[in-house]
C-alpha cells in the first residue's frame, strides 16, 4: 500500500522525536533544544520530495562525531527515512554550526520545539545578509546543476529528486530575494504570479509545482531541460 503525505509526515515527526530523546539523553546539561523546520513546521510537506528538516541548539555546540552518531542513530530508527534527515546545529549564541540566513530566518519564525529547555533568541538575518548568502553559494550551485541537466541526454533515476528542485528553485530564490522571507514552494509562486520576474517561466515552475505535489516523477519535464539556463539568467538580472 503505497503511503500519503501524512502518513510519512507522521513517521518523520516520529523519527525526529526519537532523535530528539536521544540527543537530549546523550548531551545531558549540554542540550538546548530540538526543533523541526521546513516543510514539517510551515506546511507543504511532500512524501517523495521534502527532507526533514530539523534543528539541535546545544550550549556550546557539536562536533563531527556527534554528528555521524546521530545519523547512525537515525538509521537505526527509520531506515527507510534516514536519508531525509537534514540537520541544522548551532550553539546557544549561535556563532558555530549549520546554520544558513533563510534556515535561521525560519527557525525564528516557524520552528516547531520538540523539545526546549531553555529559550535561544537568534539573531534574526537582515535582507542584506539574505541576498549576500542568495548571490555566493547557493546562486553558483543551483546555476551550476541547471547548467549540467540542460545538456544531458537522459535523466538518471538518482538525479530526479534534484532535477525537480532545480526546477523550482527559482521561485524560492525570487521570493526570498524580494521580500527576506523564507517560504514553501506554493508560498514562492503564489507570490510570484502577483509580483512576476521578468524572464522567469511560471508555467514551467506551476507544471514543476504540479509534479512534485503528485509526488510524481519529473521526467514529464525533461524536454523543458534548455529552459533552466534562462531561468537562472533571470534571477541574475534580478540580483543587478
Not at 72 to 98: N, T
Not at 124 to 134: F, G, N, Q, V, W
Request: hydrophobic share 40%; with cysteine.
Amino acid at each position: 500500500m503505497d503511503l500519503g503525505d501524512d502518513d510519512v509526515r507522521d513517521a518523520a515527526i516520529d523519527l525526529a522525536n526519537q532523535l530528539c530523546a536521544f540527543a537530549a539523553g546523550r548531551l545531558g546539561n549540554e542540550f538546548i533544544g530540538f526543533y523541526l523546520l521546513g516543510s514539517l513546521a510551515h506546511g507543504g510537506f511532500n512524501r517523495r520530495y521534502s527532507d526533514i528538516d530539523v534543528a539541535l541548539i546545544t550550549e556550546n555546540g557539536v562536533d563531527e562525531d556527534f554528528l555521524k552518531v546521530l545519523q547512525v542513530e537515525a538509521e537505526v530508527i527509520d531506515p527507510a527515512l534516514a536519508y531525509k534527515v537534514s540537520l541544522f546545529w548551532s550553539d546557544s549564541k549561535f556563532s558555530v554550526g549549520r546554520f544558513p540566513p533563510l534556515d535561521r530566518l525560519d527557525y525564528i519564525e516557524h520552528a516547531i520545539a520538540l523539545r526546549e529547555d531553555k529559550k535561544i533568541i537568534a539573531p534574526k538575518p537582515e535582507s542584506a545578509e539574505i541576498r549576500d548568502y542568495l548571490r555566493g553559494a547557493p546562486f553558483e550551485q543551483w546555476a551550476n546543476r541547471g547548467t549540467v541537466f540542460s545538456r544531458q541526454s537522459e535523466l538518471d533515476i538518482n538525479d530526479r529528486k534534484s532535477f525537480l528542485k532545480t526546477h523550482l528553485y527559482p521561485a524560492r530564490f525570487a521570493f526570498s530575494w524580494l521580500t527576506g522571507q523564507i517560504g514553501s514552494n506554493d508560498t514562492a509562486l503564489k507570490y510570484l504570479h502577483n509580483n512576476p520576474v521578468k524572464g522567469l517561466d511560471m508555467v514551467l515552475m506551476d507544471r514543476a509545482l504540479a509534479c512534485r505535489h503528485a509526488a510524481a516523477d519529473p521526467d514529464i519535464l525533461f524536454d523543458d531541460r534548455t529552459s533552466l539556463p534562462a531561468q537562472y539568467q533571470a534571477c541574475a538580472k534580478l540580483m543587478e
